[in-house]
């Protein structure tokens, strides 16, 4: 019993499958909504990854000026308490701003520590909330710890600055900062709750009122502007991507055949060329084949047009997987005319691939019930040449198509070598 042609694939529609990508609107309708404080993921993801190295490059490159900038304010108010501190209460006024000046200049060092020493690196961040936690803290316990009235003063101006540096400076996002003031407020009540030094409330809650408006109010801000840069880069990366995509995609549709994918016959004239002065320089042979589908017009007529094209397009991909040398070069030559480029390739070799092209179309088993065998068919011409000073790559081609033009005359299947 014969086997049945196949005629799936060729005959019946084939399903479209698209895929689209969302990023670019997502951000454009990110930007367009306004302000907010968060992303879908995976871009929130994103934005915390290059916001945390955005504070640590900062930081890192500013760590030696905020290092020198810390001392001086530490000895500057160690040095005044010392001197303009009444005699009864230097002694305790002084050891109590000590201790927390080293308490915050050690977590401080850490942290910038962590900015220069690899090992440390991933501490950086951890390091940079115990900086501020700290810093808030200590501020909050010397503004009604010290016994001298004008330091306490001093100190509760200085934590309005150290909240609004926390808020600012440490590029913290918003949330976090408030989350470690709020936590150092609290540790500072509990540590006046054991030391039964209470702060004045009326000071307490106008400085506080003040360096927490003012510091949700900065530092959602800064973390507004951040986001919406950091959109408008991503938006320019997605642009950038797709403008490269599109450029390759035309470059890929100026070279390339679009119903068959393989290369049109501008570009496959430019890489002969090129292989023809290789050969030149070489001596070697170099090899056409001129391919042409028997009777493609009555299949056209039989089976339609669009039968047609993917019956072209699936002989396309046969000849490429023949072709399986990187410099083996086949493109589309005319609608249902094909060549093969097969440099280094003698006669013989050149043979060998026909015979193979022929195997494989046969077993595409593409039904053409115009032809005697009731299977399409594809004659081929074949011409080898040793490039000669006195030729050109167009004779190569000329031969191969007088050699195509003699097998459609002859009523025999074999190649004629030209």
């Not at 070697?284 to 001129?290: F, Q």
């Amino acid at each position: 019993m014969a086997k049945k042609p196949k005629t799936e694939n060729f005959y019946e529609a084939e399903p479209v499958s698209t895929e689209t990508s969302n990023q670019e609107s997502l951000i454009r309708g990110l930007l367009e909504d306004g302000y907010m404080l968060g992303f879908p993921q995976p871009l929130e993801s994103a934005f915390l990854l290059q916001h945390n190295e955005e504070a640590f490059e900062t930081q890192k490159k500013t760590a030696f000026g905020l290092m020198l900038f810390a001392v001086f304010v530490g000895l500057a108010q160690g040095g005044l308490i010392w001197r303009m501190t009444p005699s009864v209460w230097v002694v305790h006024d002084l050891l109590t701003w000590t201790m927390g000046f080293w308490l915050v200049l050690g977590s401080l060092s850490l942290a910038m520590l962590a900015t220069r020493v690899r090992q440390l690196r991933p501490w950086y961040i951890p390091l940079r909330w115990l900086t501020c936690y700290m810093a808030v803290l200590v501020v909050q316990v010397c503004s009604w710890s010290l016994r001298y009235a004008y330091f306490g003063r001093l100190s509760g101006y200085l934590v309005l600055l150290v909240i609004l540096a926390v808020f600012g400076f440490s590029r913290m996002r918003m949330v976090a900062a408030l989350t470690i003031v709020l936590m150092a407020t609290f540790s500072a009540l509990g540590l006046a709750l054991l030391m039964q030094t209470w702060p004045d409330w009326l000071e307490f809650f106008q400085y506080m009122g003040l360096s927490l408006s003012y510091g949700i109010f900065m530092g959602a801000l800064l973390e507004y502007r951040d986001r919406r840069i950091f959109l408008q880069e991503r938006l320019l990366e997605v642009e950038k991507a797709t403008l490269e995509k599109m450029g390759q995609e035309q470059d890929r549709l100026a070279r390339h055949d679009r119903l068959t994918g393989l290369i049109n016959l501008h570009y496959f004239r430019e890489l002969m060329e090129r292989e023809w002065e290789r050969a030149l320089r070489e001596k070697h042979a170099i090899s056409l084949l001129h391919m042409d589908v028997k009777n493609f017009s009555a299949f056209n007529q039989r089976y339609g047009y669009a039968a047609g094209d993917r019956c072209l397009a699936a002989l396309a991909r046969t000849f490429e997987q023949v072709s399986k040398r990187a410099v083996d070069v086949c493109a589309r030559y005319r609608r249902d005319e094909f060549l093969l480029l097969l440099p280094n390739t003698q006669a013989q070799g050149a043979r060998a691939v026909i015979d193979v092209i022929e195997a494989a179309v046969r077993r595409l088993e593409i039904l053409h019930e115009e032809e005697t065998s009731g299977l399409l068919r594809v004659e081929m011409g074949m011409a080898t040449m040793v490039p000669m000073l006195a030729q050109n790559p167009e004779d190569l081609l000329k031969a191969a198509e007088e050699s195509l033009r003699l097998i459609q005359s002859s009523t025999t299947d074999t190649a004629i070598v030209w």
